[in-house]
């Protein structure tokens, strides 16, 4: 076995911070409650108030569960529970109207199963619907992580449990102590993590610069959703991850203030050799307790993770193993983006333009061609249910795609407004271009050999999705090439240009790169005339914009102080008109194995079994983030037990034979609402990716 890798961290620059660090920050500080992302002084304190109202909620409720249960008076009277709060909330970076995500550890006596959900008077779910102020109250019991979500006084609260093994729970209980974690259940250990992943994380920062990281990491968060990269179920980041990523920062500048650490941010990890892992604190390789954490000399899954970011608490997961080749390489195009717009401005008058950083990513401007993603279910509960779940399957399609095309997911569901009598339904967005080595031979003709067949991903995804064990009729999905032009107008937001002046402009990039060709001779010059009409007379297709694309470096590690010492060329942001032109046939017809691979009940099967057992965060929410969650998961839906009833469906081999016979093939305009028969239809012609020679 390899030996154990230390992870040392070596302050780059214990300098204090000048004056013009300090002038920028408030800039920076300023900026951000322009945003609207702090809440006001009301607000902060109904949050105290409700979560004092939870705190003595489950004191009386542990005492109540030892009273039923008959234990001697003393001992009830000692019984004790306590809140602990983690997330963005125990940070101190949630803004208006952000929940709280919040933990009830209890003694051992006092069960997730029979006390904390249920309806009996002395179980806490009962007390929770006959405390006043409580709406929306919904039980999620079998979920890889058990959580009571509900909202009291109108601030929404997720609920998880752990029972530790432990008679009395002190009121000064470290949950960061390893010890707390001691012959707890699985459920509980990852509820723990929670805080225990938080709370280091402060600890890692330190007093003296907390301020600055709340401020600096609010930021980031806000850049990063502007930007199209906040999303761990997407492949992107979330919550937990940009956290770590910018405590790591204030390791290596201890003294550094808010913009002192934005700005380094940019500069480090855009030069950060990936694979190489971010480690806060240095991993347990003893592993005490014999939990399963990250270690690639033992996991090969742990091996094949492209942008580690371990969580710094015992037991250690890689908090990003959702990140695909295309998310990394967007994610590190927009480091460079950062870094060059910040040097650009220090460089000309030492003064940040926060505005222009933070500017809004124009994602439906930047591709000639999309896929659209389109959920759709028969009621309110249902569609709850399966657009988390067909949210979830999004990065299995760009994984599947990206082995052919470029591929940019957008993160974010869009609502079709007036979508007609079947209104719950949201769309999802991909945009697609011309890989950078689509070069290469194919089986395809000369004229058509950069043509990419997307049938085989498209199928694989939606057999994947349709094969979910708690699908009902009523949910659908359907994936539609769009072209840029076409894209319906509410996609567009306020001061963005819509689809015929973004055409327009593609087509003007389009031109202005034919004149930059290089010289040639007429001889050559009539031969590639020639060769070029007669493969758009076959394939009706149009040059593409050839401006190349920046690639990720993938070498030897770079440590910190290397990152941050490399130069940087200046960042080009990409033409509107930089991917080529693509033509997809109608979807239609019923999801089939691709040509080789094992057959559709077993491929089906197998794909669901797989996707069921990863971890991902769509149900929990920001929740799964902070616990660490790693491949074991399995995902349930969040309206599988609502007040302490669950639903239950007839089998999914029934289900999947009654799917499966529906072969009838309707064509379904795009923005309209379409039917299981489009769904569970097969694709009549080839899915057809065309790019120009």
Known sequence: MPPVKEYKIESISEAPPTSLDIKQTAELKQFLEEQG??????????????????????????????????????????????IFTFGSYRLGVHGPGADIDTLCVGPRHVSRETEFFGLEPHCLQAMLLELPGVTQLQAVKDSYVPVIKFQLHGISIDLLYA???????????????????????????RALNGCRVTDTILAEVGASQISDFRIALKAMKLWAERRGVYSNVTGFLGGVNWAILVAYIC?????????????????????????????????????????????????????????????????????????????????????????????????????VSWARLFEEDSFFQQFKNYLQIEVVAADEQQFRAWEGWVHSRLRQLVRRLETSVGVRPWPKP???????????????????????????????????????????????????????????????????HMKQKDLPPFVFTDGQEGPTASAAASEASTAADALEQTA??????????????????????????TTPEPEVVRGPSASPRQAESMDHDAYSAAPSGMCAELHVDTLGGAPQAPSGSRSTSENGQADVRAAEAEADMTEAGDVGEWLGMDSTRKVVSNAASVNGHNETD??????????????????????APSTNATLFAKQKKPMVVRFNS
Request: hydrophobic share 35%.
């Open 37 to 82: 992302l702090y809440e006001s002084v009301a607000e902060s304190s109904l949050r105290e108030e409700v979560l004092g109202t939870l705190d003595n909620l489950v004191k009386d409720w542990v005492k109540k569960v030892g009273r039923a249960a008959e234990l001697a008076d003393s001992f009830v009277s000692d019984s004790n529970a306590k």
């Open 163 to 189: 029972q530790l093994q432990l008679p009395i729970v002190p009121e000064d209980l470290d949950v960061r102590a390893q010890s707390t974690l001691r012959n707890c259940d699985e459920q509980s250990v």
């Open 251 to 351: 390791r290596l500048y201890p003294r550094g203030v808010a913009s002192t650490i934005m700005l380094r941010f940019f500069k480090i990890y855009c030069n950060w050799r990936w694979p190489t892992p971010i480690v806060l604190q240095q991993i347990d390789h003893q592993n005490p307790m014999g939990m399963k954490q990250w270690d690639p000399r033992l996991d090969y899954r742990d091996q094949s993770h492209l942008m580690p970011i371990i969580t710094p608490a015992y037991p250690c997961m890689n908090s990003s193993y959702n990140v695909s080749d295309s998310t990394l390489k967007i994610m590190m195009d927009e480091f460079m983006r950062g870094v060059a717009i910040c040097d650009d401005f220090l460089s000309r008058s030492g003064k």
């Open 414 to 480: 869009i609502k079709s407004p007036g979508h007609g009598p079947q209104s719950y339904s949201t769309l999802y967005y991909m945009g697609l271009k011309k890989r950078s080595t689509q070069m290469t031979a194919t089986t395809l003709s000369r004229a058509s050999n950069n043509s990419v067949n997307l049938n085989g991903p498209v199928n694989e995804f939606r057999h994947l999705v349709m094969s979910w064990d708690d699908w009902q009729e009523g949910m659908d999905v359907v994936v539609r």
């Open 520 to 545: 040639e001779t007429p001889v050559e010059g009539q031969k590639r005339k020639r060769a070029e009409d007669q493969a758009a007379a076959l394939v009706g297709i149009k040059k593409p914009n």
């Open 650 to 671: 007839a089998s999914q081999q029934h289900r999947l034979s009654e799917k499966t016979s529906s072969t009838q093939s309707t064509e379904t305009p795009a923005g």
